[in-house]
């Protein structure tokens, strides 16, 4: 159902990513071990046939390294966001450039916002999240957009999480990766499901490249369940990541 992907784009975290905007009570991310979990995820990229172009950290922007959030790539065309937060206002302007090399570029204009992370790709059918940082200008924005080049879309109600992305994910097929609450919506009807234990709605956040699944350590309902699957699935330690609301999409770009 998924396009196979060629490229991403990541972005090393600097050493004051402990400044980004979090919710999270996990405690004092630590640099030495980010970078070293940061190193092994573009590993792992890299492993499953994907060449990454690892940009140099913004220190402006402390989230910078969540590249998701800048941009919508798809096959056809990539569309630089205007982030919902304010203190991520001009990530965008630092992606764009890179992204100008391999799609034709389209804007989310004020008074439009709208994350990466509110979006997910199944497909030629784009479910876009309205969130804190994405409001239904942006989603109809990218919508019409995405629509330019025979694509679908559906927006859909976040509540209460940071992302659409923190809660439902693609995991292969015609399977989705959602929480129980994502699973009740009807948009998603249609779908082969795999559903969250609650107490591991982390988990949500995993990762489909070329029918592997990257998934975070210490979630063991949810790998059994991606296990059941049949495709090989990588798991890595993104404790540092998750203590700045960040997760697997968040930290690359994949097209
Ligand atoms: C933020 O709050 O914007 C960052 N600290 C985390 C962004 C995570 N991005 C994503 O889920 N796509």
């Known amino acids: 159902m998924q396009d196979m992907f060629k490229y991403a784009i990541a972005r090393k975290p600097g050493t004051n990513f402990g400044d980004g905007l979090t919710t999270s009570e996990l405690g004092a991310p630590d640099f030495k071990r980010m970078t070293v ?6 590993s ?15 220190l402006a922007f402390p989230d910078a390294h969540f590249v998701e959030d800048a941009a919508v790539v798809t096959p056809d065309i990539a569309v630089i966001t205007n982030p ?3 203190a991520r206002q001009g990530e965008q302007k630092t992606i764009e450039p890179v992204l100008a090399d391999f799609r034709p570029i389209d804007h989310i204009e004020p008074p ?15 479910f876009i999240g309205i969130s ?14 995405l629509a330019r080049f025979g694509n679908t879309w559906t927006a859909v109600d976040v509540g209460r999480g940071l992302h659409l992305k923190s809660g439902v994910n693609y995991a292969g097929g ?12 009807d948009v998603f009807a249609g779908y082969a499901k795999i559903v969250l234990d609650p107490n591991e709605t982390y988990a949500g956040n995993s990762l489909w490249i070329n029918d592997h699944l990257i998934m975070p ?11 059941r699957l049949g495709l090989p699935v990588h798991v890595l330690d993104m404790s540092e990541v998750q203590k700045m609301d960040g997760g697997l999409t968040c930290l690359s770009l994949r097209f």
Not at 217 to 227: H, M, N, S
């Open 37 to 42: 979990q940061h190193d092994a995820y573009v």
């Open 44 to 58: 792992t990229l890299e492993e499953l046939g994907l060449k990454v172009f690892v940009l140099e950290p913004e």
């Open 84 to 86: 919902g937060a304010a």
């Open 112 to 126: 439009g916002t709208l994350d990466g992370g509110d979006v997910l790709m199944v497909g030629a059918h784009f």
């Open 132 to 145: 804190e940082r994405t409001n239904p200008e942006g989603a109809e924005q990218l919508g019409n957009i």
């Open 174 to 185: 015609d399977t989705l990766l959602l929480t129980e609450a994502f699973s009740r919506m």
């Open 217 to 227: 350590q210490g979630f063991p309902d949810t790998l059994a369940k991606l296990e």
